[in-house]
Each structure stands twice: as C-alpha cells, then as structure tokens.
C-alpha cells in the first residue's frame, strides 16, 4: 500500500494505492459542525442528488448511467463523528482492465456531475422529486425502532445528554422535515459545496500521478477551508448516582445499553491503553463480559463494549430476558469494578493486543476500512500505521488498568421487550 496525502487547500486529496482490489473507490467526505436542525434537511439533500441531476433528470436515468458503466456503485450518507455531521459520496467502480480504456474517468466525472450540478431550477430543487426524497425519509424515521438494538442506544444516549450530539439520530426528525422546502434545501447544499471542509480519497490499483490530474480536473471547490474547530464532544461532568431508564416496546428480547464517561485522556492513553481496555472489557468472544456474563451465567444472548474516543464514552450494549436486568447490571458492575482494580492477566492484555494487530492488518482487505481508518486517524491524531505495532507492544497493565479507573457507569438504558421468549 503506497499512501499520499496533498493538501489542495479547498480540500485534502488521499491517494491510496493498493493492487488487493479490482475496483477503484472514490469518496468525497464534506465536515461541517453538526447542528441538529441541519440533520434533516442533510439527510433529505443526500437523496436529492441521487435521484436526479442536471444531465440526468430521472432516478432510473441515474441508474442507467451507473449500469453503462458496467455497474458503478453509487452511495451517499450522513454520518456523526464527535461534533461534526459529515456527508459522504462514495462512488466504486470496476479498473478499466477489467472493463475499457477510459472508463473510471468516465465514472469520476458521473460522480462529479452529481455533486456540483444537481437538479434545480431558479435556484430551487423540483417539488415533485422533494416531496418523494420527504417520504422516504418518513419512512426512515418511523422504521426506527425496528432496530431495537440501534433504537436503545438512542434512547440511552437522549437519557445520558438529551442535549448532546451523542444523543442526535441522523436519519433526521419529524419536526424538521415540515420545515424543509424547496428553496432553503438548495441553500442546505450551496452551503455544503461552498463551506465544509472537504476529504477525498481514492483508493485502488491506479498511478498516482496518473491519478491526482484526473481528481483535480472534476473535483474544484473556490474557497480554502479549514475545520473550524475541535471533534471532541466535552467531558460530562459525572453524575452522583447512576441513572436508571427505561421504556417498554413489543419485542421478546430486551436491549440493555449503558453509558460509561471517562474522565481526561491524554492522546496516548485514547489510542492505545483505551483500545487494549476496551478489547479486554466487551470487545471480542475472549472479553470479560462475553465469558462472564453470557458463557459462564447465560445472562445474555449478546453482549459488547465499544469505545467512542471522540464522544469520551463507553458503551455496553446487551440483548437479554427482561427477567434477567438485574443479575446482568451486577455483574457488569462487579466486572467493571474487578478491572479497575487491575484484576486482568497478561495473557488478557496478549490476547487483546492480538486482536489489534489482526484488525490493523485486517484494515487492508476492505477499501472502506482503509478510509475510515485514514479519516479517523487524521482526526484522532494517530500515529502512523507502522508506528502503532511497535506502540501498542509496549503498553503496560498499569496503563490499561489506569484507563479503568476513568471510566464511571453513568446511564443505564433498558428497552424493555413485553414477551418473553417462549411466548
């Protein structure tokens, strides 16, 4: 993997190339803080430029165009990452090798055509084509709690901080989408093109200087622009006790979510003494919680941890029998506890730094992995790739056994299903 970062000053360009995949992926990532009124009308833009354009005026126009290029996949979506909402453009298409000379460049400036000439009128977008994008995203949001597991950490995160990013959804509100018309969704996108901080990467077999001309030529933003401030969400301050929410849903299996704030990180401790704790905690089948909790006492069906390093938050997530909250919050609590007390081996920390290695070398095989983990290393301010083997080796217990005493249980969520199983 040969990878090349140029800073354009309208934008950043990531250049990665790797001869693992047939295709070559291009995603253009737009940053802006988030504000939560803006999420609904982001959301529905990203459906607005799928559906049509300027050249390509139906959605089965679009789709057409994206067969003739012998099936470029084409995706947006809106993604929260600490206090900004960014707004991806992924396009994937097959290396001209495998299809025709000319091809990708083809594809690019498809993508191109998309994003800077969308399908509007005197500076508006089409009533008809808003009022299919408004419900589809009425659907979207009344099929939130479908996804029980996904809808309880909302649930738990609104509890946690009602007023926090953490606690926004991104498919958008009700409430919001009264108020997006035709008019202020072209403004929502003229302030995307003009204002947000731009990422682009590239990834594939593919010749760099080739390459670079090629972006350059499709992709021109006017302005320089820079983020406008930090990712990190602010320290919460703790709660004396514990909260303890719930909400009743018709579902047979409950969904346990808890929120664990850690106090200050230093960046050392974020990324690595932190990944190591949490792999040890709910991160993999060798984790506390999934032999303790689900193996030992079959408390749980599921049962996981996940550090979110830019929400300075932890969260465990567990699909249980509602009959068995109580046993499974003890023991959580009492596992919690035990770590912090540095009561793990080292053949704990061994096995958990072998999961990061894999997961590193793992990062190469998916093209969205590799961008995602560029992005938020960029963020994070990780270390290079090569650099982090050699770092994370070096990671002592009393580092990781540090971390655990950060971090403080603060919100307990429970969806709580109204069957029992064998009902």
Not at 45 to 58: A, G, H, I, N, P
Not at 107 to 128: G, R, V, W
Not at 135 to 161: C, P
Not at 381 to 386: I, S, V
């Amino acid at each position: 993997m040969k990878y090349t970062k140029k800073d354009l000053g309208s934008y950043n360009l990531h250049l990665v190339e790797t001869n693992k995949f047939k295709t070559v992926t291009v995603r253009v990532v737009f940053h802006t803080p988030i504000q939560k009124e803006e999420i609904t009308s982001r959301a529905i833009l990203c459906d607005m430029l799928l559906q049509s354009s300027e050249k390509y005026k139906t959605r089965r126009e679009m789709t057409k165009q994206a067969e003739n290029l012998y099936s470029a996949d084409i995706a947006t979506n809106n993604q929260r990452l600490g206090n900004y909402i960014l707004t991806s453009f992924h396009m994937q298409v097959l290396h001209d090798r495998y299809t025709e000379e000319g091809n990708l460049e083809k594809a690019i400036e498809f993508l191109s055509d998309i994003l800077y000439h969308p399908d509007i009128e005197e500076k508006q977008f089409q009533t008809d084509k808003l009022d299919i994008a408004k419900y589809n995203s009425v659907v979207s949001i009344s099929s939130m709690k479908e996804d029980t597991a996904a809808y309880s950490l909302i649930r738990m995160a609104e509890a946690y901080d009602k007023n926090s990013p953490l606690s926004y959804h991104m498919v958008g509100y009700i409430e919001d989408l009264e108020k997006v018309n035709e008019k202020n969704l072209y403004d929502t996108y003229i302030k995307m093109i003009e204002n947000d901080y731009v990422d682009i990467f590239v990834v594939g077999d593919f010749n760099q200087k080739e390459m670079f001309p090629l972006i350059t030529k499709y992709f021109k933003f006017k302005k320089i622009k820079k983020a406008k401030g930090s990712y990190f969400l602010p320290i919460k301050k703790p709660r004396k006790r514990r909260l303890l929410a719930k909400e009743t849903v018709e579902n047979s299996q409950s969904k346990l979510s808890i929120a664990c704030p850690f106090k200050e990180l230093t960046t050392y401790e974020r990324n690595y003494p932190l990944v190591l704790a949490n792999f040890i905690l709910g991160g993999e089948t060798e984790s506390k919680l999934f032999q303790e909790v689900r193996e030992k006492n079959s408390l749980c069906y599921t049962i996981h941890s996940s550090a979110h390093k830019l929400d300075n938050v932890l969260t465990i997530t567990a699909g249980i029998d509602k009959d068995n909250y109580t046993k499974t919050l003890d023991l959580i609590t009492k596992i919690l506890n035990e770590l912090k007390k540095g009561h793990f081996t080292e053949k704990d920390i061994n096995v958990a730094k072998e999961f990061y290695h894999t997961y590193l070398e793992e990062m190469e095989e998916s093209e969205n992995r590799m961008i995602t983990e560029i992005l938020s290393s960029e963020i994070l301010k990780q270390d290079p790739f090569e650099e982090r083997f050699q770092k994370m080796e070096k990671v002592k217990k009393r580092d990781i056994t540090k971390v655990f005493k950060k971090l403080n249980m603060d919100t307990v969520f429970l969806l709580e299903g109204e069957k029992h199983e064998e009902d």
